[in-house]
């Protein structure tokens, strides 16, 4: 079934109560929403948008985005977000790849990307600005005319989501409307989740967290959502006496222990506090403990599958792990060296559920490179226990989480080794007091190298500012093993502490 018809059943008794709050002061009411959702569907459909088109947004956070997103669903077609940090170049490589009907995009950049669209054979680009207003919206006001709901599949695409790619190329990992419509319901049920409950919501929503997990448990609830644009202490504060839940990335809750005004009393109307998308530490787990009396609740997830495990709503939270495997997922450990399956210790975590993905778009071959007799390989590094409790302790490959974000550094040292005078680059994540992880690089260079100031400057030209260095060091050689692999670990190692002051 259409996951759109899914949300709109959910609230056809609750059409007078308020589905979205704004900072504004602003409300929308459930009837409202699915009024605007019905009239935008429209404008996609007059723009020759079909069931299965791709309809790509670059867009920043706003309940005008998600309209523009559940109109997608609506019409039967498939949401392709991208993170708003995208330069052209990246965003061409999507356009190309994705081959969208419809472009949206920010009003800021329509001059550059109309053209590039026009260049790729989009049919139309629609603007949509943070305010909510662009061409999008001013279409959808000119007539009341709207789109019906289509039928759908449960195993038709609902979107596509793109992850980084280890050698520069991501991956476009499509989801289903059963794919998220059954993760969204096993994480409502054991999320314990109420239609008093009201979900205070900084997350951005070009990424699985904050617009798959946290709008689809409060949408089919349904219940309140609290809108911010962006996470901010002072917005978070005010807002905490009126939610119930609060989904995060683990900075989050490093920012708000930073500020005095956090405490007991501001937390006292709050159910459960959520984090994920990066590793929580146990010293920031114990803090938050200290300070508000409640343990946050960890999970774990990825692009390809939406929630995995989680620690439960009632039992122990344990710092440091990831929780269980969800009711309707399964998981098992394969020893990397070995090749066998292990029932308990460390291995690479595969999985398999109802939640996992369909594979790449447009790339049969990486696909099956990724799945295993049917299990889908996550390449993290997990430690199970006897009680089937799951720790994440490593990554089979060389991802850095900065602030909730992936990078793969491959993408980092292709654009690096570009660069003039630059023999070769190794590109490592390093921790950092705020986002967890930052990036760091190691060149080999010759003395006409740019120098790190410009290194760091073109790196800005040509990428999101997420995976721009915060540092680029020379160095005489890079060390490496006896395979000749450059030994990544020793360089974490060595440079962990630079940017700790």
């Known amino acids: 079934m259409n996951l759109y018809q899914r949300i709109m059943d959910a609230s056809v008794d609750r059409q007078l109560d308020v589905a979205f709050s704004l900072p504004s002061g602003a409300r929308w009411t459930h009837a409202q929403l699915h009024e605007a959702v019905a009239r935008c569907a429209r404008v996609l459909s007059d723009a020759g948008v079909e069931a299965g088109d ?24 498939v949401f392709v977000p991208l993170n708003t940090a995208y330069t052209d170049v990246e965003l061409e490589y999507f356009l190309t790849d994705a081959q969208p009907r419809v472009l949206v995009c920010d009003p800021r950049r329509l001059e550059s990307l109309e053209a590039m669209a026009l260049r790729l054979g989009v049919a139309a680009t629609f603007t949509l600005g943070a305010d909510g207003r662009g061409t999008l919206m001013a279409t959808l006001e000119q007539s009341m005319e709207t789109a019906p709901v289509r039928a759908r599949a449960d195993g038709d695409l609902a979107a596509i989501v793109y992850t980084s790619g280890t050698t520069g190329r991501s991956k476009g990992a499509m989801l289903t409307h059963d794919n998220l419509f059954t993760n969204a319901a096993t994480l409502r049920q054991i999320w314990g989740w109420q239609p008093d409950d009201v979900l205070l919501h900084a997350l951005p929503i070009y990424h699985v ?32 006496p009126e939610a119930t839940v609060l989904m995060g990335v683990p900075t989050f809750y490093v920012r708000l222990l930073a500020d005095v005004r956090f405490d007991r009393r501001r937390c006292a109307h709050m159910r459960l506090f959520i984090s994920g998308s990066a590793p929580l530490l146990p010293e920031t787990f114990a803090a938050f403990e200290a300070r508000t009396g409640q343990r946050i609740l960890e999970r774990y997830g990825m692009t390809e599958a939406g929630m995995i495990t989680s620690n439960p709503l009632h039992g122990e939270r344990v710092a440091g792990t990831v929780g269980y495997p969800l009711p309707d997922v399964e998981v098992r450990l394969r020893c990397p060296e070995q090749e066998t399956v292990v029932q308990e210790g460390v291995g690479v975590l595969e999985i398999r559920g109802p939640n996992v993905f369909q594979g790449y778009w447009q790339q049969p071959e990486r696909t099956a490179a990724e799945f295993r007799e049917g299990w889908f390989v996550t390449g993290d590094l997990a430690q199970r226990e006897a009680d089937g409790r799951v720790s994440i302790v490593g990554r089979h490959k060389d991802l850095i989480i900065s602030g909730g974000l992936n990078i793969y550094p491959r993408e980092i040292e292709f654009e690096i080794n570009q660069l003039p005078g630059i023999d070769e680059a190794a590109v490592i994540g390093v921790p950092h007091p705020d986002f967890g992880e930052a990036v760091i690089a190691l060149v080999v260079a010759s003395d006409d190298w740019p120098g790190e100031e410009r290194v760091i400057a073109e790196l800005r030209a040509r990428l999101a500012g997420f995976k721009v260095p915060r540092r680029v060091l020379r160095t005489a050689e890079l060390p490496r093993n006896a395979m000749g692999k450059v030994q990544k670990a020793l360089l974490r190692d060595t440079h962990a502490a630079i940017l700790s002051g």
């Open 54 to 77: 791709r309809v790509t947004v670059q867009v920043e956070k706003s309940a005008e985005n998600i309209v523009l997103y559940l109109a997608v669903l609506r019409i039967g077609a």
């Open 209 to 240: 967290h904050g617009l798959f997990v946290a709008l689809h448990c409060a949408l089919l609830e349904p219940s309140p959502i609290l809108l911010l644009p962006r996470f901010d202490v002072d917005a978070v504060l005010a807002a905490l």
